[in-house]
């Protein structure tokens, strides 16, 4: 049987498309639900395009009820993938998935991560600190934002006439490379 990956995202997806693209024809992984907290995220077009189900929920239905970990459970999810997810994920989910829920940051944690720290402000920051280096992680989730144990990082030189623009492109092009590879081997790893 396939190993099935539930992917949450708060917005465009870019990161849940390139997961998408990379198990399409797997025998081995599948896509098996899009989850957002948001009705007019772009990733459930994305989801509807690749004919893969979705699912939106509230934070009624995630912090109050067991909606979603029960929707999870039904569908035998055996990864569960944060792109770009922005609420914290409640006790209940982190029980019912040890160790199976991964997230990816676009900055060198423990550096520019933390509440609020996403998208823009990351980079902005990075730029602020006038760090030489920045890059991506891939971690494990924890009860507290942008923590929990490194699974993977990817870095680049930030060089004098680099610019937010330029900076959060390079980033998103390693995350886009190696997100979806990681995925797959940690799944042959841990199954
Ligand atoms: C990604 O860059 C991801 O690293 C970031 O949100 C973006 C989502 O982009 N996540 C965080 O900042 C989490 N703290 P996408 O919707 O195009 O995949």
Redesign the pocket.
């Known amino acids: 049987m396939k190993k099935r990956i539930a992917i949450f995202?708060?917005?465009?997806?870019?990161?849940?498309?390139k997961i998408m693209e990379h198990f399409k024809y797997s025998n081995e992984v599948e896509v098996a639900l899009i989850l957002s907290n948001n009705p007019d995220a772009y990733?459930l077009q994305r989801a509807d395009n690749f004919e893969i189900p979705s699912h939106v929920f509230d934070k009624h239905d995630f912090y109050q009820t067991t909606e979603v970990v029960d929707l999870l459970k039904r569908l035998d999810i055996n990864l569960v993938v944060?792109?770009?997810?922005?609420w914290l994920i409640p006790q209940s989910l982190l029980q019912a998935f040890p160790n199976r829920i991964i997230?990816?940051?676009?900055a060198l944690l423990p550096k520019h991560?933390g509440k609020g720290?996403?998208?823009d402000r990351?980079h902005q920051a990075v730029l602020n600190a006038g760090d030489d280096e920045h890059g991506?992680t891939i971690h494990f989730v924890n009860e507290n934002?942008?923590e929990g144990e490194v699974i993977y990082q990817a870095r680049f030189k930030v060089e004098p006439d680099d610019t937010l623009e330029t900076i959060k492109f390079n980033?998103?092009q390693l995350?886009h490379l190696h997100y979806p590879k990681v995925i797959e081997n940690l799944l042959k790893k841990y199954g």
Do not use: C, R, T
Request: hydrophobic share 40%.
């Open positions: 995202a708060s917005g465009s997806g870019s990161n849940a498309q990733v944060l792109a770009g997810f922005l997230n990816i940051h676009p991560g720290m996403y998208g990351v991506i934002f942008d980033g998103q995350e």
